[in-house]
């Protein structure tokens, strides 16, 4: 069982940054893969970002070249580094994570693809953290 808690969210205006965290119960990152999904109000829950376990990263067209997702291992923590932030980007944000190989090309694919996923599509979400961004 891995558990997930996200922090750093919060207010900021257009233009701003934010570094998004999400900590993780166990040492993930060797066994697991893990996504950042966002959800708008009114909108389904979107990938934006990904990494694999040996750190190859993807991302949705919608933050490419504004977010960067990492990990630290020592910590068992990922991280969304948010630069350039836009009032679209407003949403709660969710880590997730998938330790089978199918699931995790699934969850891939929902990034780089554009996809959007629900909370039983994966098998272990956080319970997320808002940002809004205003003009």
């Known amino acids: 069982q891995v558990q997930l808690v996200e922090s750093g969210g919060g207010s900021v205006q257009t233009g701003g940054s934010l570094r998004l965290s999400c900590a993780a119960s166990a040492s993930t990152f060797r066994d697991y893969c893990m996504t950042w999904f966002r959800q708008a109000p009114g909108k389904e829950r979107e990938g934006i970002a990904t990494i694999d376990d040996d750190g190859t990263t993807g991302y949705a067209d919608s933050v490419k070249g504004r977010f960067t997702i990492s990990q630290d291992s020592a910590k068992n923590t990922l991280y969304l580094r948010m630069n350039s932030l836009k009032p679209e980007d407003t949403a709660t944000y969710y880590c997730?994570?998938?330790?089978?190989?199918?699931?995790?090309?699934?969850?891939?694919?929902?990034?780089?693809?554009?996809?959007?996923?629900?909370?039983?599509?994966?098998?272990?979400w956080g319970q997320g953290t808002p940002v809004t961004v205003s003009s």
């Open positions: 997730a994570a998938e330790s089978t190989f199918p699931k995790c090309i699934r969850m891939q694919t929902t990034v780089i693809v554009g996809a959007s996923a629900s909370a039983s599509d994966f098998m272990y």
